[in-house]
């Protein structure tokens, strides 16, 4: 690896010796530069937990809510400006803009090192410096990976020791030669100036100026000014996502945005589903889903990224590199996604939800109707006629993956994977479900998802945005060349490769309602998917897919006419030939780049609508 030796910001490759005196070197250097009042290694045991928990809420940083209505659990609020990721200040500082691709903000690695320098010098006096050994997956398996974070926060630490797996195992990993990626976040607050001149903290520290830097060839993070979710904890989108997908893309492996289930059928057959759907847009919900469908079950793997490997046997394995959730409250309820909500009722760190009159929290999903009096998550009065969200639209729950009572018992093996499965949020044109017909069409099917924005993305809530594999703000080199690499991967698995689907639960009618009814009647959807997976019914021919026989969908007691079902598979041709305009202005992004099989794709995708629009009555052709 190469480093710039006029800069001070390290990487762990850089320092001579074993690799244990080279973590020792990088956490020195690491403080040398940032200058913190003192450096604690941590663990994760329940002690240390104890000891920051009581620490922060002495200094007010953390609300301790009522230990009968919500045992072990407090609340945090965070700055009213950081809420959410800064995606227009996260950077991809590979060695050249090509290998970034149009979808990453660049800087030249060795102008963004000098930058970061100035801003990390000093910016941890008065403060503790948290040196965080963390573990991706089961310490040891086979796709597993190890990393370290530093950081002044201790609410960052608390939230790690939840969402990955701390201990001493690590440290021994890395002491035997295990590689690790090197994470450094600082809130950009310090306590105390250069000239010893001291000031107060406050209950949520960050800066105005912020960075989310990775540099994917020395596999480093470095994350200035926000103290929030992805921007601060850095094993989760930054590591496990963009550092990690480059070394998928090196290695012959993927690190994806997708959430892990096992779907079993009342035959007792398990099927594995990877599923990728933008941040809010019903992953979790999914993950933990309660089949509406007797004689069906959901067991948990994971809700949020996977990490896939193809395996000696020829199909595609995967893991659930996290050990946590890091859960969108708002919409979370008994309704929509009960396990959820079993999950989170103790050992539970919430930010940015209201407080209750009686130390409970509340946001809105949580019940039908609102409290009269709450606490928002500014800390001000409210009640249900102030007019605001009680609670952050991005407002967040973070606890330990073992608290999720649907969470399969082999939750550390990795499991070959049946069906992928594309979403986002669509309320026009595009189908409740369709299958690819090839892998190549999959990928395509992938690489050209749209969404309409979410709050946990900048920009305008409901307007369409491309999410391409759900990895829009997260793949960590060029879009171009990882759509090639799952191309790559497929041809490497042949007759093993998993099944590919669309799916989109927000179709709506002329008035604006959903067709579907979503959340646990997903499971049709599910059964459908498997009965294709194992070759149980046939598909019906579409331009844009295989689509299901209406017949063959389960939709006993469900309140749905016949017009609806119609309307949920409906493919207009004009509509889609628009939409193939659009999407070949996106590919055209790419410079030439995209896949030459995504040319062909296209165009039998118009073809087959042209013939469509032309005879609209042709009956569809089952396969």
């Excluded at 200040?89 to 990453?104: I, L, M, V």
């Excluded at 997956?137 to 790690?160: C, F, K, N, R, W």
């Excluded at 007019?387 to 082999?410: E, I, K, M, Y």
Aim: hydrophobic residues 40%.
């Amino acid at each position: 690896m190469i480093t710039n030796p006029n800069h001070t910001t390290p990487a762990p490759a850089t320092v001579p010796g074993s690799p244990r005196v080279a973590l020792e070197a990088w956490v020195a250097r690491v403080a040398s530069l940032t200058c913190p009042d003192a450096v604690v290694r941590c663990d994760g045991s329940p002690d240390e937990t104890a000891r920051l928990t009581q620490q922060l809420v002495d200094e007010g940083k953390l609300i301790a809510l009522d230990p009968e209505r919500r045992p072990n659990s407090y609340l945090a609020r965070s700055a009213p400006d950081d809420v959410a990721r800064v995606e227009g200040r996260t950077f991809t500082c590979s060695r050249t803009p090509e290998d970034a691709g149009p979808t990453n903000l660049w800087r030249d690695p060795d102008a963004m090192r000098a930058e970061l320098d100035d801003l990390f010098a000093g910016s941890m006096r008065g403060r503790t410096m948290y040196v965080v050994p963390f573990s991706m997956g089961p310490v040891g398996g086979p796709i597993s990976q190890l990393g370290v974070e530093v950081t002044d926060s201790a609410y960052v630490v608390l939230s790690m020791g939840k969402t990955t797996r701390l201990g001493p195992e690590v440290l021994r990993a890395i002491g035997a030669g295990v590689p690790w990626v090197a994470t450094v976040h600082s809130v950009g607050m310090p306590l105390r100036d250069a000239a010893g001149t001291e000031r107060s903290d406050v209950a949520w520290p960050c800066a105005e100026t912020r960075y989310i830097v990775q540099f994917p060839e020395t596999r480093e993070v470095w994350s200035y000014g926000s103290g929030y979710g992805g921007n601060a904890l850095l094993a989760k989108k930054c590591f496990a996502l963009r550092i990690a997908s480059v070394m998928g893309r090196d290695e012959g492996w993927l690190a994806e945005h997708m959430l892990l289930i096992r779907l079993t059928s009342p035959e007792g057959r398990a099927f594995h589903v990877a599923a990728a759907f933008p941040s809010a847009c019903g992953k979790t919900n999914l993950a933990m889903l309660q089949p509406a469908l007797p004689g069906w079950s959901v067991e948990t793997i994971g809700d949020d990224i996977a990490w896939l490997r193809p395996g000696s046997d020829g199909r595609l394995h995967a893991i659930n590199p996290e050990a946590g959730l890091f859960g969108v409250a708002p919409g979370t309820g008994a309704d929509t996604n009960p396990v959820a909500v079993e999950t989170i009722a103790a050992d539970t760190i919430f930010t940015n939800v209201a407080l209750t009159d009686d130390g409970d929290v509340w946001w809105e999903g949580l019940t039908p109707e609102p409290p009269a009096h709450l606490v928002d998550w500014t800390g001000a009065d409210w009640t249900p006629a102030s007019g605001t969200p009680a609670a952050h639209p991005n407002a967040r729950f973070t606890v330990a993956l073992d608290r999720c009572p649907s969470l399969a018992a082999d939750v550390d093996a990795s499991v070959p994977i049946d069906a992928v499965v594309f979403g986002g949020r669509r309320s026009t044109n595009v189908p409740l479900v369709a299958q690819a017909p090839t892998w190549a069409e999959g990928v395509f099917m992938g690489a050209t998802v749209s969404s309409e924005r979410t709050a946990a993305a900048e920009g305008t809530v409901g307007e369409l945005r491309r999410d391409p594999f759900a990895m829009l703000p997260f793949c960590g080199y060029d879009m171009a060349e990882h759509w090639s690499h799952w191309l790559d991967i497929g041809e490497q698995l042949g007759a093993g490769a998993p099944a590919v689907f669309q799916v989109n639960w927000f179709r709506k009618d002329q008035d604006g309602s959903f067709l579907w009814p979503g959340f646990r009647e997903n499971a049709r959807v599910l059964e459908w998917i498997a009965r294709r997976v194992e070759g149980a019914v046939p598909a019906v021919e579409s331009p844009v897919g295989l689509l299901p026989d209406v017949a063959d969908l389960d939709v006993r007691g469900l309140a749905i006419s016949d017009a609806q079902l119609d309307a949920l598979f409906a493919v207009d041709p004009d509509s889609w030939l628009e939409e193939c305009r659009r999407t070949e202005e996106f590919l055209d992004e790419f410079g030439g780049r995209s896949p030459a099989v995504f040319t062909a794709v296209l165009d039998e995708r118009r073809a087959a609508l042209h013939a469509a629009a032309a005879a609209p009555a042709r009956t569809p052709q089952v396969v």
